[in-house]
């Protein structure tokens, strides 16, 4: 199946300095990439949808300052957690769907964990 | 809007046996509907789909769900349940109307099988 590939797998930071995290697809490519937060022992809450050359399309609630998010090529996105506070502190993850086999499901990168300190 | 319930928070189940893993759904249009299995502090796994034909899907790792119009019920099974089946489980609908592949999930449920 199609991989997708998540960097770095956790990461420790101080409050107040930023943080990127990359997505990338391996064996095929996502003109769309979806990112994705979970709290502990909480479902996923979708955050935006990363659009290849153009901007992202952030969900109600979230701030599109806060999180910036570059989809610069077919096979990667990445997220900037700008100025980072310990409420950013969480599991984020990353998916992508392969639309040229067209078979459906959202492959699914092994997810960042953030903590700020 | 789309949205998913998973009802059960956990379910508990002793290895050998039967288990079932409850989801209903609500979208507008026909519905993708799938099941992920996510191991701690890892990504989600894809087990199984149904987009259209058989109500009946199979999957990975011998689970199968049931597509029930009626009820808008996708429910995860599996004859046998192992040890290692102990898991959290999502299921998730995206709808095929103007789909972007954008998908919504439910909250989870721990499945915990007892040797």
């Known amino acids: 199946g199609a991989v997708v590939s998540q960097h770095p797998s956790w990461v420790i930071c101080k409050s107040g300095t930023s943080v990127k995290i990359e997505c990338r697809s391996l064996d095929f490519q996502a003109t769309t990439m979806f990112w994705y937060r979970q709290f502990p022992k909480q479902s996923l809450m979708l955050m935006a949808t990363s659009n290849e050359g153009s901007k992202a399309t952030y969900e109600q609630g979230v701030e599109k300052d806060k999180f910036l998010i570059n989809h610069a090529s077919l096979t990667l996105s990445t997220l900037t957690v700008t100025s980072a506070h310990p409420e950013d502190s969480s599991f984020y993850i990353c998916?992508?769907?392969?639309?040229?086999?067209?078979?459906?499901?959202?492959?699914f990168g092994e997810g960042s964990r953030l903590t700020v300190l | 809007a789309q949205s998913v319930a998973q009802p059960e928070d956990q379910v508990n189940v002793a290895e050998g046996n039967p288990l079932t893993v409850k989801c209903t759904y609500s979208?507008?249009?026909?519905?993708?509907l799938f099941w992920y299995v996510q191991y701690p502090n890892r990504g989600l796994q894809f087990l199984l789909k149904y987009i259209t034909g058989d109500n009946l899907v199979k999957g990975s790792y011998g689970f199968e769900a049931e597509f029930n119009k009626s009820q808008t019920s996708f429910h995860l099974k599996k004859p046998s349940a192992l040890v290692s089946d102990s898991a959290l489980y999502f299921c998730?609908?995206?709808?095929?109307?103007?789909?972007?592949?954008?998908?919504?999930f439910g909250q989870g449920t721990t499945l915990q099988v007892k040797p």
């Open positions: 998916s992508a769907r392969d639309f040229a086999r067209n078979t459906g499901e959202l492959f």
């Open positions: 979208v507008s249009g026909n519905p993708y």
């Open positions: 998730a609908v995206s709808s095929l109307s103007g789909n972007t592949g954008k998908l919504i």
